[in-house]
């Protein structure tokens, strides 16, 4: 059977799991860019976070029901629609995923070409299901970072490549007032303790007096009723609304993104020694941005080690923290040096990145 005409180029984005739609836009950007008929298969919370919907060549939607039953018709459906459409290319924007497994349960057609990302590269040498269900089908995957490539590479037989997702659709600009001697420092994403170390961070506020032009940007919903802990930390710092501001509801998109192009330094504020979730095999979505926006990132001083970091990054150590947040107010030269640095460097230019890209999928 074939699946397209070969005139035509089709591939069908899946995003099952309602995670990671900031992936999607620059792939979608890529794919669009050099004559793919696009479709995207995701749910519908994903959905609500497209903005290219005019570009896609088809699309179907799912709710986010996890139930069984609603599993089984899913994959039905998706299988149906892959068949229907003559799409002979999948790339998995969220592998590692139960509904995912499931989905491989029943045999794709070995003319399809399937790609997949991994946001967790330790589930190539500690996944089940991806060694055992989903690799059997699906042989490639790309991983988020040169690092977790260069690290796991060795210890796996499938095919990796790297993917940087810095592509982000254009935003209408927010009227939001920064004075010309202010520094912001940006915490992108939701306030969550268990992701991140608000605690460590605030505690050290307790302790150290923060530079009066110094404002910390947590760009995410903050939701006292969920960690009431942050909220007390917060509020005995004495500078919410003055130097760190919060959100309480989910930060639009030209919100979230007027926020950044207006940044001076991006922060993950992730530990790796104290965070259970990132360890040493996750980025945070703060990396892509910075790579997009050419700012740079400050980040714990343990990630030196991170090849995607260097020439893109100032280091600290997190007990030192607010010394360090008070000394590059001081070094703003510096700072504007390795934006330029950044701007200039081959790594994060769109030909070099869309060429890896398009070259892996077709593998």
Avoid at 97 to 115: A, W
Wanted: contains cysteine; proline residues 4%.
């Amino acid at each position: 059977m074939t699946y397209e005409n070969k005139s035509e180029k089709s591939v069908a984005l899946l995003e099952l799991g309602a995670a990671h739609a900031e992936c999607l836009h620059t792939q979608i950007h890529y794919l669009t860019s050099n004559g793919y008929r696009v479709h995207l298969i995701c749910d519908n919370i994903t959905w609500t976070r497209i903005k290219e919907t005019n570009l896609l060549a088809g699309v179907q939607i799912h709710s986010a029901d996890n139930s069984l039953f609603h599993q089984f018709a899913l994959l039905l459906k998706i299988h149906f629609y892959i068949r229907q459409q003559r799409i002979s290319r999948l790339v998995f924007n969220t592998t590692e995923i139960n509904v995912v497994r499931n989905l491989f349960l029943i045999s794709f057609p070995k003319i399809l070409n399937i790609t997949g990302i991994l946001h967790n590269a330790e589930k190539l040498v500690d996944g089940r299901s991806i060694r055992y269900i989903v690799g059997k089908r699906m042989q490639k995957f790309f991983l988020l970072s040169e690092y977790l490539k260069e690290k796991f590479e060795p210890l796996t037989d499938f095919k990796l490549s790297v993917f940087y997702p810095v592509y982000f659709p254009p935003f209408t600009i927010c009227p939001i007032e920064k004075s010309t001697d202010e520094f912001w420092i940006t915490i992108p994403g939701g306030v969550n303790p268990t992701r991140k170390d608000y605690t460590g961070l605030l505690t050290c506020l307790l302790k150290e007096v923060l530079h009066p032009k110094i404002k910390l940007i947590f760009l995410g919903a903050s939701d006292a009723r969920i960690y009431p802990e942050i909220d007390a930390l917060l509020a005995q710092t004495k500078l919410r609304e003055t130097q760190i501001l919060t959100f309480t509801g989910f930060v639009e998109y030209d919100v979230f993104h007027s926020y950044i192009a207006k940044s001076d330094l991006i922060m993950p504020l992730i530990h790796p020694y104290r965070d259970g979730f990132y360890r040493d095999s996750r980025i945070s979505g703060a990396f892509n941005l910075s790579f997009a926006y050419k700012i740079p990132l400050l980040v714990e001083e343990s990630m030196q080690k991170w090849t995607d970091l260097q020439g893109a990054a100032f280091y600290y150590r997190a007990e030192n923290i607010v010394q360090v947040f008070n000394s590059l107010i001081e070094r703003k030269l510096e700072v504007e040096q390795m934006k330029k640095t950044m701007a200039q460097d081959c790594r994060w230019k769109e030909e070099h990145l869309m060429r890896k890209y398009l070259e892996f999928i077709e593998l």
